[in-house]
């Protein structure tokens, strides 16, 4: 399968670097002459990131051609964009990929425009989706999966499929702006950064407390069982607390209310978010277990300062 990248910056160079390592032909078109060359030096590092030698990243990238031309995606079965976050440009690039390859599955990974917007002056938009991936992207597992108003379930599957034969972790997500993953990341950083800006940290200690708090733990539990487990009785307190002191963006969410009237407390009352089917000391056990991994790594490879 042919893979046509369009613009090989920060995240479309690292996208080349994922399919030459599982095998992929790899077409990338970029405009700019001095990044075509950085790009081919940040493919080749990647790969030897991945554990290639320097023959096997000389092997891989026989599978990678690039040039300016956009013509070149005639030949592609997948395009992936990572042109810059600006929606016009977005629009103009899908419409003129559409019409050279009618065939191909298009795919944006804008950060936050919704697919409605991005895929707006594209032909056969039923070959249309939005695969958002974190940089970087060689090594981060997880892409949000945006389906737009008309994908098909045919792009939606082969598209996941694709992923998952790269090593993805697909995540599908409804079409909203921002969808998931960057509402959480902008809320939490920019907490983070009104924390500094109020004096309350200086910036290099809230990065350590971060990390040795919520990211200690959000490498084995996403944040809505860290929450069963701190009660969804005691969060609705916080919630409450921090509204009347700092305002309405510390709201409770309803759904959070609504545990808690029910009585679902979360791990302790044996539902919240989640259902627990097993007795509690076995629960115990198995959050011990793998938190335990992490506090390993983290007192073995010093990650303490
Ligand atoms: N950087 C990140 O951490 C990150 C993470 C997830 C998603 N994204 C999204 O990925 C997209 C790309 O971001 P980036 O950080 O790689 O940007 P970047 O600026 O590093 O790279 C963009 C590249 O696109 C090229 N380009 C410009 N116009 C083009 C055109 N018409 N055709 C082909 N190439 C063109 C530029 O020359 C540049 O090399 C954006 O939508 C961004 O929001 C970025």
């Not at 051609?65 to 103009?92: G, H, N, Y």
Request: charged share 25%; proline share 4%; glycine share 8%.
């Amino acid at each position: 399968m042919r893979i046509g990248l369009l613009g090989l910056g920060t995240m479309g160079s690292q996208f080349a670097t994922v399919f030459l390592e599982h095998g992929y032909y790899v077409i990338g078109v970029e405009p700019d002459e001095n990044q075509r060359q950085r790009a081919e030096a940040q493919i080749r590092q990647g790969l030897r990131t991945l554990g290639n030698s320097d023959n096997e990243c000389t092997e891989k990238m026989k599978g990678f051609f690039v040039t300016r031309k956009i013509q070149a995606l005639a030949e592609a079965e997948f395009i992936l964009e990572a042109v810059p976050e600006d929606l016009s440009l977005k629009r103009e690039v899908m419409r003129t990929v559409s019409h050279i390859n009618p065939n191909a599955i298009l795919s944006s990974n804008t950060s936050a425009f919704s697919m409605k917007e991005v895929f707006t002056l594209a032909h056969n938009r039923e070959r249309t989706i939005g695969t958002h991936w974190f940089n970087p992207p060689h090594l981060v597992p997880g892409v949000e999966v945006i389906a737009g108003p008309d994908t098909s379930e045919e792009t939606l599957c082969r598209t996941c499929q694709l992923l998952k034969e790269v090593s993805k972790i697909p995540v599908q997500v409804a079409d909203y702006p921002g969808f998931v993953v960057n509402r959480i990341q902008m809320a939490m950083v920019q907490e983070a950064i009104r924390c500094v800006e109020e004096g309350i940290v200086p910036a290099e200690q809230l990065d350590l407390l971060v990390r040795a708090t919520l990211g200690f733990r959000l490498v084995e539990f996403g944040p809505l069982t860290v929450a069963d487990w701190a009660g969804l009785d005691v969060y609705e307190n916080i919630f409450n607390y921090l509204t009347e002191k700092l305002g309405k963006r510390f709201e409770c969410p309803r759904l959070l209310k609504e545990e808690v009237d029910q009585g679902r407390f979360g791990v302790k009352s044996g539902a919240g978010f989640f259902q627990y089917a097993e007795d509690f000391a076995s629960l115990l056990a198995t959050r011990d277990q793998a938190l335990n991994k992490q506090r390993q790594v983290w007192e073995g490879d010093g990650c303490r300062s």
